[in-house]
């Protein structure tokens, strides 16, 4: 009987101490140089323990509130931070419902979210296909090209169908220094076999034209081409061929 009791209570300090680390680790992220955000977006992937928000942030079951079953294509409000493993993971997820949006007098309501970019037309660019943006509304220094990873606050109203963009900027971006131009394909390229760029979409010094081997610096920012994640957006010699 004893040995019963020991057991169960050397579980229930387990639990405990799971939970005090679980809230510790939150804590470290609140105060510690993680970046939170709290962002809207669409369950994209539901598995046994975790799923995908925007098939881009990583949450697992035990940060779901209120014991919920999200279902794909549930609308939920996120706390995500940068994570070495999962890229973007979200700390906490709150289901949403239809009737949550939009309690003022306005019909409008904006928010921010995830997404990539899928089509570029002049004049008229979209989101996941369903997020309108013109090019007034980019960051500086930015140029959208398909396949790029963004963050969006956008407006929705409740008789529209599609969403307009109020603001877009790479979701991350990152400078890199003294790379090798490793390949050269037409009018694209590769930087460190691991970095995409298009002359069609790279700001360059005048009288700048890359080649292979040519040592670099460049912008680059998230973005899904091929079988790269990266993509330069500006680039500067540091060593001609």
């Known amino acids: 009987m004893l040995w019963f009791i020991s057991r169960a209570l050397a579980f229930f300090r387990r639990r405990v101490d799971s939970s005090e680390a679980e809230r510790e680790q939150h804590m470290r992220l609140l105060e510690g140089g993680t970046r939170l955000k709290t962002v809207q977006g669409v ?21 779901v509130t209120g014991n919920v079953s999200l ?3 549930q609308e939920v409000s996120v706390i995500v931070g940068e994570d070495k493993t999962y ?10 419902c239809d009737s949550c949006h939009g309690n003022g007098p306005s019909n409008s309501y904006a928010r921010v979210s995830f997404g990539s970019i ?24 930015f140029e959208p090209y398909q396949g790029d990873r963004v963050e969006v606050e956008f407006c929705t109203q409740s008789d529209m169908l599609s969403r307009k963009a109020l603001s877009v ?7 890199v220094h003294e790379v090798c131009i490793t390949s050269l394909h ?14 069609e979409s790279l700001k360059l010094p005048d009288g700048y034209t890359p080649q292979i081997s040519d040592i670099v610096n460049a912008v680059v920012v998230e973005s899904s081409q091929s079988c790269y994640t990266w993509r330069a957006i500006s680039m500067t010699p540091v060593k001609r061929r």
Request: aromatic share 10%; proline share 1%; glycine share 8%.
């Open 169 to 175: 900027k790479p979701l991350r971006h990152k400078h």
């Open 71 to 73: 279902k794909v294509g």
């Open 43 to 63: 369950v994209t992937k539901i598995c046994s323990d975790y799923g995908l928000i925007d098939e881009l942030i990583y949450f697992s079951s035990d940060v």
């Open 87 to 96: 890229g973007l993971k979200a700390i906490k997820v709150d289901a949403l």
């Open 186 to 199: 037409g009018r694209n390229g590769v930087i460190d076999d691991s970095i995409f760029f298009t002359l």
């Open 118 to 141: 899928s089509s570029v037309v002049e004049g008229a660019n979209y989101i996941d296909h369903a997020t309108y943006f013109s090019l007034d509304v980019i960051c500086k220094g």
